[in-house]
């Protein structure tokens, strides 16, 4: 109505004023109240907001991809119940205390994935900790889940994920639990120490039972490269925090490429790679003359898990100081010896 109008006066208007070429200008002028107005009475961002509708409609149909994170929201006084639900395969609900969630329900949810095979006597565990502890200064909700707590079985290698229950693995197992967690993050962090250069076992297990979260289908991504496509429109950042036995930053080499390889292949980026040689070092946290030299890094690390979830990314300052030695790899080597070989005399069987 209002429309039809407004070209009504458009169309008057204009012819009056083209009988006067001298008038032209006001008729641009006209012309451009009129546009002014129709935005202003939410014209121009109707038509705008119906375009961006069909075309997120058709992107969604030719990607086939859904959201996630859906249908939240049955909240109690203390309590909030979040549903996951995606295509009707995954229902899954699971609960958080209110503090988890800032005054707005916005909350960023930060899950550490820990893959030493010694679990809670891990000495990823201290770097974690302290990675936690900054990430929870900084408001984030945080979970570490041991996996060498949880039962996951071998990746079948048949592709029934894709073939005979899309977006669900035929396995019944604590990935059912942790595979909607894992896709709700925001940021999941892997955790783990080297083992012969890579990952541990039980990391690559997990990791291989992310396949569900793909399509079969192949694409081309923006390097030329081939991977598959994604079912899901979000997967969470990854970061990485390891620790290797041996003096040097050369032990993660393997790693790290693993990782930025598998941010391309899971459609996501890697956003904080966190890695220290001399790992063995956490294990003497008590010793006087350590406890300094580790308070230091330990400090690093806090600061680390602050920046992550402020900044989605840590500070060139951090990076170069997190990649300094704790002590000097002589010294390292040295006291490392000496201290095998007591262990070596303490458990020795006769
Ligand atoms: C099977 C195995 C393989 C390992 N391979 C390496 C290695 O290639 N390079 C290295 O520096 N440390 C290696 N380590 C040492 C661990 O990375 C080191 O002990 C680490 O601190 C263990 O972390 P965690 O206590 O959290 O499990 C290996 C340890 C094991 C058990």
Redesign the pocket.
Known sequence: MLFTLLVWILIRYMGKFNKNPNNLKSSFSLVWILIRYMGKFGLLQYISRKKAKISKRKENKSHRMYNWKEIVKTHKNTQRKICLLSEGYYEHSFQFTSSLFTGKGDYMKVMII?G???GR??????MVEEFLKGAEEAGAETENIFLIEKNIGYCKGKFECWLKTPGTCTIRDDMDDLLPRFMASDIVVFA???????V?AIMKNFIDRLAPVLLPHFEEDEMGEYRHAKRYEKFPKIAVI???????QT?FEVESLFFKRLARTFHTELIAEIYR?E??I??GKSNIILKPLLGKYKKLLRCAGRELVENQKLSEKTIKELEKPIVPASLYIKFGNEEWDRLCEENKVD
């Open positions: 820990s030493s095979h010694k006597e891990g000495n990823t565990l201290i783990c120490p080297v083992y012969f250069d890579n541990p390891s620790n290797a036995g041996l003096p040097g032990n040689g790992g063995e956490f294990r």
